[in-house]
């Protein structure tokens, strides 16, 4: 009797830790199971999620949506800008040797940046700088006539310091840019309204990118810049704009536009040793100005 009061104790012992292992290695299973659901899904969200980044021309891969580096380069020297002569638009006018190797210098500063796109006012000086530029990147250049310097009209070709000394009307539209004193001559708000619509309009474009580069005039970057700033038209002659320098505006959603650099050149004109000029010189840099024939 006690003998079989023993078996049926080791019986029902057996049947308890073999239940038990049995609950243990269900309990491991099912984590098992669980852990690689889960990562399973985790795997599918990454997955879904690469291949909306991946996607081009869908509405969450709009340019428009991230952030944003506008680069505004004006174009290198022109033998123009060392007579102080106003091109305005006129056709025909160049780099010299110098602007070319301005161009040279910044192209080689800009290269480290992943520029995506190179957009270019159509008036030589500023295609040939565009032409120099997009060769770091192997870009194509597109053309913006909207870009295109300030109409001058009828003062086109003459020089500006001539100018000042004979010309009344002039000398007052130096001093207030937002009053034309004729029907053929652009206001600073016309020029700003068109070039800043241009830009914009290429910022949603998907092939101008994250890092779009815009090659333009000194008054046309001046404006863009005072727009993306909250300057007022009259006050963007205060900016100085050298031949062949950079100014970098970075935009992002909802954020404030942030000015990260106006007018950089990797060799600036302004510093250098003063010399003292001969009486009646004039400078011969064609580096600086304001609107008295900056193009």
């Not at 008054?219 to 727009?227: F, N, Q, S």
């Not at 003292?276 to 304001?290: F, H, L, R, Y």
Request: aromatic fraction near 8%.
């Amino acid at each position: 009797m006690t003998q079989s009061w023993f078996c049926r104790y080791l019986s029902r012992a057996r049947w308890r830790l073999t239940w038990e292992r049995l609950v243990g290695w269900g309990q491991v299973l099912g984590l098992v199971g669980t852990t690689r659901y889960r990562l399973f899904r985790w795997r599918r969200r990454l997955l879904l999620g690469w291949r909306q980044d991946q996607s081009v021309g869908s509405d969450a891969a709009s340019p428009m949506e991230k952030k944003q580096t506008l680069l505004f380069v004006r174009h290198g020297q022109t033998s123009w800008n060392i007579e102080h002569r106003l091109p305005g638009r006129l056709p025909g006018i160049p780099l010299t040797d110098q602007g070319r190797q301005q161009v040279a210098r910044l192209a080689e500063a800009l290269r480290v940046l992943p520029v995506s796109a190179v957009i270019s006012s159509p008036l030589e000086r500023a295609r040939d700088t565009a032409e120099i530029l997009a060769q770091s990147w192997g870009l194509e250049i597109w053309l913006e006539p909207d870009l295109m310097d300030t109409d001058v009209g009828h003062w086109a070709g003459e020089r500006y310091d001539e100018l000042l000394k004979k010309d009344p009307a002039w000398k007052a539209f130096v001093q207030d840019p937002t009053v034309a004193p004729a029907s053929d001559v652009e206001t600073f708000p016309q020029v700003q309204q068109r070039a800043v619509a241009a830009v914009e309009r290429w910022r949603q474009r998907p092939e101008a990118g994250a890092w779009p580069l815009f090659v333009a005039h000194a008054d046309v970057i001046k404006l863009l810049l005072a727009h993306y700033s909250g300057l007022p038209p009259v006050r963007a002659p205060l900016l100085g704009i050298d031949n062949a320098s950079v100014s970098i505006v970075e935009l992002e959603r909802e954020l404030p536009p942030r000015l990260v650099a106006v007018g950089w050149t990797p060799r600036p004109g302004w510093l250098r040793a003063p010399v003292a000029a001969s009486p009646g010189a004039g400078t011969q840099s064609g580096e600086k100005g304001t609107i008295e024939g900056e193009a």
